[in-house]
Structure formats: structure tokens, C-alpha cells
């Protein structure tokens, strides 16, 4: 019985790695100076996902089939860049891109010295470069993500690390903010202060909860209490 067992367990041992996947890793960019921010989304309408990268001083993309690398921006801030988010807004099929940059994050109160948002233009050819529109921003914006929050709207979530003037992580809640698109990038843009109620936020991402019509987004932060997860509808 014991040597039954023994083969039983080989066996489902052998079937596990046999439907193990197999990753074969492939270099697209050896020189990355800071990889702060990824996205994924079709960059150029040929319905293949292309990889945006926001590197320490350009934001770039990837094109999907040759991975040929095209330079969005260049040196849009003093600081660093730090953030970049992708998503099919209007429905043609191609990506709406925001920034984020000037990351600053011990400047926790001068909006001119830390943080800034942008949306990005796009050009008749993607591959060339792309035209930002600065937006409001708080000090030491930090994370970004496309929402849906109805059939064909989408928000823009922007989250800093900070919340105004704080030092060790107290004093004034970090502002995760709401932008909306209005028709034409270039006038101005909706927005709403949607929490305040943490410090420290971290992190930020989007669930598809199976709703056709709305994404949750979920930030977490830490605070003088331990750490928190908060999600939002
Ligand atoms: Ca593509
Ligand atoms: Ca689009």
C-alpha cells in the first residue's frame, strides 16, 4: 500500500510540473534608467496590447510584434517622472494616456517643487512625440489608474503619497483625486477630491468585479494605526 502511495504522490507531482507554464525571458530594453511606471494598452490601434514604460526621464512605449521603443516625452519636469496610466476612454480603440512627474516626495506642501499631472496629446503617428496638458495636481502625486464608473465614462484617479504639508506620515489626509475628460482635452478638466481620510497611500489599482458598467478602485495606505486596505466604489 505504502508503495502505491508513493507512486500516487510521483504522479500527481510529475502531472503538476508537466502543466507548469514555461517562461522564456526576453530583454526589450537594457537601458532603463528608472522604471518607476508600467501600463498595457493598444498604443496604435492594431488591437495587440503595447507595453508605456515611465523611465526617470522620457515616458516611452513599447510597439507589440518588433517592441520597438518610441519616446512619448521627454524631460517634462525638473524631477523625475514617476507615474503613467492607459486606457481606451472613447472607444476608438487606442489608448488615452496620462502622467504623472516632478517626484518630490520630501516636498510635502510646494505644488511647484512636487507633483504634477499631465494628459497626453496623441499625434497622427503615435511613434512621434506626444503633446502634454498640464492638469491640477497635489504635492508627491505618486499613482494613477483609468476607472470606469458607467457605460462609456471613465475617470482619472490620481493618488499622492502624501497629504499636504505632512511630516512622518501625519497631519492633513492624502486627497486622492477625480478628474474627468472633458470633449476636448485642452479645456478644463472636471474634479473631485473622493477621499481624504489616509496617509501614506501607497498603492492603487482597478478590479473588474464583473459589473458591465463600473470598476472598483482599491488604494491601501499605512498610518500611525498599522496598515489599512480601503476600497472604493
Ligand atoms: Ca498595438
Ligand atoms: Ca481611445
Known amino acids: 500500500m505504502a508503495n502505491y502511495s508513493f507512486l500516487l504522490a510521483a504522479l500527481c507531482f510529475l502531472s503538476g510540473a508537466l502543466n507548469e507554464p514555461k517562461f522564456q525571458a526576453q530583454v526589450l530594453d537594457d537601458n532603463v534608467a528608472i522604471g518607476y511606471g508600467l501600463a498595457i494598452g493598444d498604443v496604435d490601434g492594431d488591437r495587440k496590447p503595447d507595453i508605456l514604460l515611465a523611465d526617470k526621464k522620457q515616458f516611452v512605449w513599447f510597439r507589440n510584434g518588433d517592441w520597438k521603443r518610441f519616446v512619448m516625452v521627454e524631460n517634462l519636469t525638473e524631477s523625475d517622472n514617476v507615474c503613467i496610466a492607459a486606457r481606451d476612454v472613447d472607444g476608438d480603440g487606442k489608448v488615452e494616456v496620462a502622467v504623472g512627474a516632478q517626484w518630490n516626495p520630501g516636498e510635502t506642501s510646494d505644488t511647484l517643487k512636487s507633483g504634477s499631472v499631465h494628459f497626453l ?113
Open 121 to 233: 496629446v496623441r499625434p497622427g503617428d503615435p511613434t512621434q512625440l506626444w503633446t502634454p496638458i498640464e492638469l491640477h495636481h497635489e504635492p508627491t502625486i505618486h499613482r494613477m489608474r483609468w476607472v470606469k464608473v458607467a457605460m462609456n465614462k471613465y475617470q482619472l484617479i490620481v493618488v499622492p503619497l502624501h497629504g499636504r504639508g505632512n511630516k512622518g506620515g501625519e497631519g492633513q489626509g492624502v486627497k486622492v483625486i477625480a478628474y474627468e475628460m472633458p470633449r476636448d482635452p485642452r479645456a478644463k478638466w472636471k474634479q473631485w477630491t473622493i477621499d481624504e481620510s489616509m496617509h501614506l497611500t501607497h498603492n492603487l489599482d482597478v478590479v473588474d468585479q464583473g459589473e458591465k458598467d463600473r470598476n472598483q478602485t482599491v488604494y491601501s495606505s499605512r498610518n500611525a494605526r498599522g496598515q489599512l486596505e480601503r476600497r472604493m466604489d
